[in-house]
Each structure stands twice: as structure tokens, then as C-alpha cells.
């Protein structure tokens, strides 16, 4: 999954992205309206997280959800405002919002609350998949053989949930980049390759196929 943290104090938005970051996402992070705007009109972002007070000026929090969403953003939102009223909670959502979190908050509960309105916007409901004798669940964040879970990072599991969640798909590498890692990637390294390589000894050789000049995909049926 890749999110947009859009906050502009600092002390906020950089623990937060680490956060994000340490449990496997990928994170990008605006600090004001405009530049987050360019953002979620340039990568397909599974949920952003917009700051309600955002620096004094034309757009604010809530009108910058209003302007995505007219333009045609469709990523689940998740406020994260000092203001708990519940006028203001009606009129994020009216806008176009999907979720408040009120400040001061728990890292662990908006990593919950993104996992959430990401799996919601999903077009595949299931929470699990089974494939041979391996299970993957999405909630738990794990991967199972016979019962037992696999070790795998919290990167080579964000790369095996793109995959697997749409069997068959062929992800070229430039997507795969996108869906999980973030903008302060070198697109030029061997990452890619390097975490198939990881899952296949760890999984099974064919867990993912390479389709040669395309990219990879995870195999359909068993």
C-alpha cells in the first residue's frame, strides 16, 4: 500500500511517515495543499491522511478534499485535526472525507484506520487468500504454510499483496515501484528483482512468474 501524509508541522508528519514506513508502506509527504494536490494527481495513492489545519491560505483541509474530489480522486481520506466538534467532524465528511482521527493520537490506531479504509476501497472484499498450501491474510498481515507463518518482511508482504491480490495481472516494475515503495526510491536499483528473488526461496519458485519484457505476476488458479 502507498499513502500520502499530508500534515505541514514537521514534529507530525515525519514521526507519522516513519511509522508508516517501518511497518512496510510506502509513504509520501506533502506539507501544504498545493503540493499535496500534485501528489494525489500523480501516483494512485490506497488512502491519504489530510490535516485539517493546514498553513493559513486559499485551501484548506477540508477544501482541499472537496477539490480532489471534484477532479476526480477517489482515495479514501482520513482526517487528522485538533478539532473535535462535531460540526467539523459533519463537514469533513460532507466534503468528501471517510475517517477522523482527533489529536493527539496513537500511531498504532492510524496505521489500523488506513488498513481499513484501504481494504474498503478495494474491489475484492475476501480478507484471505488460499493458494496450494500457502494463506494469505490481509488483516493479519501474513503469510501461512500449513498453519505456520512465514517469515517475511514487512516489504516482501506489501510486494506479495499487490501481486496476489489480483492473480493473473502482469505488474510491470514501474508499478510495482509505485504500489510499494515511495517517492524517495532510486528507480534505477535492483530492488524489485532482489525482493522476488526473496520471496520465491522463502514461498516457492513459482509463486511469482516473470513474464519475460513485461513484468510479474502471481500464477492464477492452484
Given at each position: 500500500?502507498?499513502?500520502?501524509?499530508?500534515?505541514?508541522?514537521?514534529?507530525?508528519?515525519?514521526?507519522?511517515?516513519?511509522?508508516?514506513?517501518?511497518?512496510?508502506?510506502?509513504?509520501?509527504?506533502?506539507?501544504?495543499?498545493?503540493?499535496?494536490?500534485?501528489?494525489?494527481?500523480?501516483?494512485?495513492?490506497?488512502?491519504l491522511m489530510v490535516d485539517v489545519g493546514?498553513?493559513?491560505?486559499?485551501?484548506?483541509?477540508?477544501?482541499?478534499?472537496?477539490?480532489?474530489?471534484?477532479?476526480?480522486?477517489?482515495?479514501?481520506?482520513?482526517?487528522?485535526?485538533?478539532?473535535?466538534?462535531?460540526?467539523?467532524?459533519?463537514?469533513?465528511?460532507?466534503?468528501?472525507?471517510?475517517?477522523?482521527?482527533?489529536?493527539?493520537?496513537?500511531?498504532?490506531?492510524?496505521?489500523?484506520?488506513?488498513?481499513?479504509?484501504?481494504?474498503?476501497?478495494?474491489?475484492?472484499?475476501?480478507?484471505?487468500?488460499?493458494?496450494?498450501?500457502?494463506?494469505?491474510?490481509?488483516?493479519?498481515?501474513?503469510?501461512?504454510?500449513?498453519?505456520?507463518?512465514?517469515?517475511?518482511?514487512?516489504?516482501?508482504?506489501?510486494?506479495?499483496?499487490?501481486?496476489?491480490?489480483?492473480?493473473?495481472?502482469?505488474?510491470?516494475?514501474?508499478?510495482?515501484?509505485?504500489?510499494?515503495?515511495?517517492?524517495?526510491?532510486?528507480?534505477?536499483?535492483?530492488?524489485?528483482?532482489?525482493?522476488?528473488?526473496?520471496?520465491?526461496?522463502?514461498?516457492?519458485?513459482?509463486?511469482?512468474?516473470?513474464?519475460?519484457?513485461?513484468?510479474?505476476?502471481?500464477?492464477?488458479?492452484?
Amino acid at each position: 500500500m502507498r499513502f500520502l501524509v499530508i500534515e505541514d508541522e514537521p514534529d507530525i508528519r515525519r514521526p507519522l511517515s516513519a511509522s508508516l514506513r517501518e511497518a512496510g508502506y510506502a509513504v509520501d509527504e506533502a506539507g501544504s495543499a498545493e503540493e499535496a494536490e500534485a501528489l494525489a494527481r500523480s501516483f494512485p495513492y490506497d488512502a491519504l491522511m489530510v490535516d485539517v489545519g493546514l498553513p493559513e491560505g486559499p485551501v484548506s483541509g477540508f477544501d482541499l478534499v472537496r477539490r480532489l474530489r471534484a477532479g476526480g480522486i477517489i482515495a479514501p481520506v482520513l482526517y487528522l485535526t485538533a478539532r473535535d466538534a462535531v460540526e467539523d467532524r459533519i463537514e469533513g465528511l460532507d466534503a468528501g472525507g471517510d475517517d477522523y482521527l482527533v489529536k493527539p493520537f496513537h500511531l498504532g490506531e492510524v496505521q489500523a484506520r488506513l488498513r481499513a479504509l484501504a481494504r474498503r476501497s478495494r474491489a475484492e472484499v475476501q480478507s484471505s487468500l488460499v493458494w496450494r498450501d500457502l494463506k494469505f491474510d490481509w488483516t493479519a498481515r501474513a503469510v501461512y504454510r500449513k498453519g505456520e507463518r512465514m517469515a517475511l518482511t514487512a516489504k516482501e508482504f506489501s510486494l506479495i499483496e499487490v501481486l496476489s491480490s489480483h492473480p493473473g495481472r502482469v505488474y510491470t516494475r514501474e508499478e510495482l515501484i509505485d504500489r510499494v515503495w515511495d517517492g524517495r526510491f532510486d528507480a534505477e536499483s535492483n530492488v524489485v528483482e532482489t525482493y522476488v528473488r526473496n520471496l520465491r526461496r522463502k514461498l516457492g519458485d513459482d509463486v511469482v512468474k516473470t513474464m519475460r519484457g513485461l513484468g510479474y505476476s502471481f500464477p492464477e488458479g492452484d
